[in-house]
C-alpha cells in the first residue's frame, strides 16, 4: 500500500510568510509623539525670533536698491536736460518747473513725471513703511500709480528740490519718508509752503527721524548715486548745507 504524501500548510512551506507578532511594524507611543511635538516647539521658539531679527536688514537692503533706482532716474532725465532735475528744468523745456506759478508740494506728482525712467511703481513704496500701498503699474489700472488712491499712499520717498545740477549746495537727493521738518516756506523751484530744514543756523530738535520706517534712522540718496544709512544726529550733520536761502527743501512723500 502506498503512503499518501503528507499535506503541509503554505504557513508552514514558507514560515516567513507570515511574520509572528512579535516582527510587526510599531508605531510611536503617545510619550514619543509628546516629546517629538516638544522638541519642535523648543527649536521654533529658538528659531523664529532669529529669522525675525532679519527683517529690518531685509527691509533696509530693498530700501536702499528703491533708493539707488530712484537715483538712476534722476541722474537718466539729467543727463537729457543739461545736467538739470525736472523740477528745476522748465516746463517749456521738458521739465516740471511752472515757471512764474506753482505746483503741489508732494513727490508722487515728480515720480509720476520720471515713470519712463522708472521700471516698476513698487520700487517708490519701502517694505518697512508699514502704510505704503504698492501700486501695480503707472497707468491704466485700478491699482495705477497715478490713480486717486495711491499716489501718496504709494510713495515712500522725499525729493530734495535744492539739486539742480551735480554740484548744488546741498546733495541731498531723496530720503526715507520718515523725515520731521522744522517749517515751511516758499521754494524757488516753484512750490509753495514746502516743508522746509533751516539749514544755515543750528538745527532745532524737529530735525529728526521717526520711528515709522527704519526704528528713529533712515536712508539718505546723495546726487551722486549713493546711498546713506544714518540716525538723527548724522542726519543733521547732512542737512547743513542748503539752497542760497540758507535752506533744504523735500517735496513729502505724502
Partial sequence: MNKQPTLRSPALQNPTRFPSRSHSRRGFTRLELCAAVTALV???????????????????????????????????????????????????????HPGAGNKPANAWSE???????????????????????????????????????????ATSYTLGLDIWTPTAATLILSTDFNLRFDGRADCSAGVMNVPRIASSQPLSNQVAWTNNAHINAGQVLRIDGSVIFMDTAQLKQAMRTGDDNGSVHMLPAR
Avoid at 501700486?135 to 489700472?141: I, K, R, S, V
Fill in 42 to 96: 523648543a527649536l521654533a521658539a529658538v528659531c523664529l525670533p532669529a529669522l525675525a531679527g532679519n527683517k529690518p536688514s531685509t527691509d533696509r537692503a530693498v530700501c536702499f536698491n528703491n533708493l539707488r533706482l530712484i537715483g538712476r532716474a534722476v541722474d537718466m532725465f539729467m543727463a537729457d536736460h543739461q545736467e538739470t532735475t525736472p523740477w528745476r528744468t522748465p516746463e517749456s523745456k521738458g521739465g516740471t
Fill in 111 to 153: 515720480f509720476t513725471f520720471l515713470s519712463n525712467n522708472i521700471s516698476h511703481p513698487r520700487i517708490l513704496a519701502c517694505p518697512a513703511d508699514a502704510a505704503a500701498k504698492v501700486a501695480t503699474d503707472f497707468a491704466g489700472t485700478p491699482t495705477s500709480y497715478s490713480t486717486s488712491g495711491m499716489r501718496g499712499n
